[in-house]
C-alpha cells in the first residue's frame, strides 16, 4: 500500500511565537483503511490565518490525511483543535467547533437551489441555538457575489466555479 514517510509531502507553517497556542495540532497521526495503514506518524502544526498545502501524487495519503482530520476514517495520534485535544471527538462533534472539509467533488444538493444549500450549511449554528444563523447568509452572499445572483437557481446547473464557492 502507498504510505507517507513523516511530513515528507506536507508543507507545514508554524506558528509566529512560541507563546502562540497553533489553532491545529497534529502530532504522530496514523489511518488508514482496514489493515492497510496509510499515514505514519504525521506531525502538523498550523497557525490561525496560515495556509498549508497538503501535495503529493495519486496515493500518497492527501485525502486519507483530511478524512482522518475531519474524524471520516479512525485515527492513532493527537488531535488539537484551539489547544482543545479533539482526538476522541465524532464527526458531528468537529463539526459542532467550527471544523469543515470541502472535498473536491463539491458535492451539494443539486436538485435544490443555491439559497435551500447555503440553509443546509446554516445547520450547525442552528443546532447550536445562534438565533441570527441567518445573518451569516449576507457574509457568504459578500465573500461570494455571484451566489446571490444565483440564488434562487438549481445548485446542478451552476458552472464548475460557482459549484465550487457554493461547497465552501
Not at 475531519?70 to 479533539?86: A, E
Not at 446554516?122 to 459578500?142: H, I, K, P, S, T
Not at 461570494?144 to 440564488?151: K, N
Request: aromatic share 4%; charged share 20%; no cysteine.
Amino acid at each position: 500500500p502507498p504510505t507517507l514517510a513523516p511530513n515528507t509531502d506536507l508543507h507545514t507553517m508554524r506558528p509566529s511565537s512560541n507563546s502562540e497556542t497553533p489553532l491545529l495540532q497534529v502530532q504522530g497521526l496514523q489511518a488508514g483503511y482496514g489493515k492497510a495503514q496509510v499515514l505514519h506518524g504525521v506531525d502538523l502544526h498550523a497557525a490561525a490565518g496560515s495556509v498549508i498545502t497538503v501535495i503529493g501524487p495519486n496515493g500518497a495519503g492527501k485525502s486519507t490525511l483530511l478524512n482522518a482530520l475531519m474524524g471520516v476514517l479512525p485515527m492513532r495520534g493527537q488531535l488539537r483543535y484551539q489547544g482543545q485535544d479533539i482526538t476522541s471527538l465524532s464527526l458531528e462533534e468537529r463539526v459542532m467547533l467550527g471544523i469543515a472539509l470541502v472535498p473536491e467533488r463539491r458535492e451539494l444538493f443539486a436538485s435544490m437551489s443555491v439559497e435551500d444549500n447555503l440553509v443546509l450549511g446554516g445547520f450547525r449554528q442552528l443546532r447550536a441555538g445562534n438565533r441570527q444563523w441567518r445573518d451569516q447568509m449576507e457574509v457568504v452572499y459578500a465573500l461570494f457575489p455571484r451566489l446571490i445572483e444565483r440564488r434562487v437557481q438549481e445548485a446542478g446547473t451552476l458552472s464548475g466555479g460557482e459549484r465550487q464557492m457554493l461547497a465552501v
